[in-house]
């Protein structure tokens, strides 16, 4: 089992800036990707950006130029860089870690990013 705790959400107004942090516990060896979705109200998770193993991103198009995924070299911890936050950003944001070789898929709680003035 993986544990996934998210953490830097909050309010901020249009055109700031946030970084959301994911810390992973538990059997974390041998993660294939880790990853950020998320969800507004009212609407379907969707994927923010996901990184591999061998650290090739993918963005949705939406959030290319103001977001940036990174991690450790562990895989233990995944982060989410924010900047040019507009009010469509608001949703709760899922951490989500894969382990293919185990047919893991995990998330985290989320955290809530609201960007309104």
């Known amino acids: 089992q993986v544990e996934l705790v998210e953490s830097g959400g909050g309010l901020v107004q249009p055109g700031g800036s946030l970084k959301l942090s994911c810390v992973a516990s538990?059997?974390?060896?041998?993660?294939?990707?880790m990853a950020w979705y998320r969800q507004p109200p009212g609407k379907e998770r969707e994927l923010v950006a996901i990184?591999?193993?061998?650290?090739?991103?993918r963005y949705a198009d939406s959030v290319k130029g103001r977001f940036t995924i990174s991690r450790d070299k562990t895989h233990t911890k995944v982060y989410l860089q924010m900047n040019n936050l507009e009010p469509e950003d608001t949703a709760v944001y899922y951490c989500?870690?894969?382990?293919?070789?185990?047919?893991?898929?995990?998330w985290g709680q989320g955290t809530q990013v609201t960007v309104s003035s």
């Open positions: 538990g059997s974390t060896g041998a993660i294939n990707a």
């Open positions: 989500n870690v894969r382990q293919t070789w185990r047919g893991g898929d995990y």
């Open positions: 990184m591999d193993a061998g650290r090739t991103v």
